[in-house]
């Protein structure tokens, strides 16, 4: 029997965390023979507290042959005592009224103390993602929080989006989702993120061509992934859950496990490359393999891409001015 992995999840309570749990429990995310602890991060309210003591009886009324221990908290040091994966899900919501700069500053304590605390006692080579919004700066912050852990270790989630866009793609040119390739999401994760399928590829053959509908990407295609998240609130009363667990765990195998040569998006340190300065986390394609993620590199960027691309980066790099203080 291989060695357990230790994966912290925070907002463990929450609806994404309980969508989430389970499935990394029964070997969804890291494989049929991969034992895991789970060690679960809540607020320190009684509720939350109660309600995540929940969670743990259902773990353990499942009966996961792979689940190895469980640790439920409401402190990070001891949430993220010498964990493999840390998946920080929980994050302040937007109340009413709320303006999006309150939102952030709230969000930035939560993330440098979250950092801080991975910083100290998380495993070395810790691979971070986060899923709570802003998860861009979010990770930002994490991440310069966490000095002495490696950079690049630190990523956002932008895989919901990649997901949400090749569903739109197949059902548009009437494909099999699986079959497409070289999808590439830039940017933030908000409705300014630019889905991109020029590159990409449907059993070798060029998507964009299939489609050929150019209009269709400027006025259908791009706003619908940008605001589906809105979509499925209108529609359901409440935030995507079920898909940002997916999600989060497509991410995470796909680091872990390798993506097989296909490209996946990640929200990852800029190196500088496509213009985006560096440190800025950012939505890029990359392939991962050996537990590593390496960036497509030298795509052609377009004038109409260009645009795009620059607009999800001022609002990141206003995002950054807004905490810069706080780091
Ligand atoms: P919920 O409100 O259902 O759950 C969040 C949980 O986090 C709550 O139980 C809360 O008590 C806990 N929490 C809050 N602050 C915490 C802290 N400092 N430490 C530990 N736990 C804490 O939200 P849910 O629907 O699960 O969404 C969680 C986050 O994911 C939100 O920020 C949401 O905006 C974000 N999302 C990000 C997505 C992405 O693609 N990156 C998509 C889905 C989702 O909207």
Known sequence: MKQPVRVAVTGAAGQIGYALLFRIASGEMLGKDQPVILQMLELPIDKAQAALQGVMMELEDCAFPLLAGMVGTDDPLVAFKDVDIAMLVGAKPRGPGMERKDLLLENAKIFTEQGKALNKVASRDVKVLVVGNPANTNAYIAMKSAPDLPAGNFTA???????????????????????????????????????????????????????????????????????????????????????????????????????GGKWVT??????????????IIYGVPVTTSDGAYERIRDLEIDAFSRERMDKTLAELEEERAGVAHLL
């Not at 295609?221 to 079920?242: H, L, Q």
């Open 157 to 259: 989630m932008l895989r919901l989006d990649h997901n949400r866009a090749l569903s739109q793609l197949a059902s548009k040119a009437g494909v099999p989702v699986g079959e497409i390739e070289k999808l590439v999401v830039w940017g933030n994760h908000s409705p300014t993120m630019y889905p991109d399928y020029r590159f990409a590829t449907v059993g070798g053959e060029s998507l964009r061509h299939k489609i050929g509908d150019e209009d269709w990407n400027r006025d259908a295609f791009i706003p619908r992934v940008g605001k589906r998240g809105a979509e499925i609130i209108e529609a359901r009363g409440s935030s995507s859950a079920a898909s940002a667990a997916n999600a989060a765990i497509d991410h995470v195998r796909d680091w872990v496990l390798g993506s």
């Open 266 to 279: 990640m929200g990852v340190p800029s190196d500088g490359s496509y213009g985006i300065p560096e440190g």
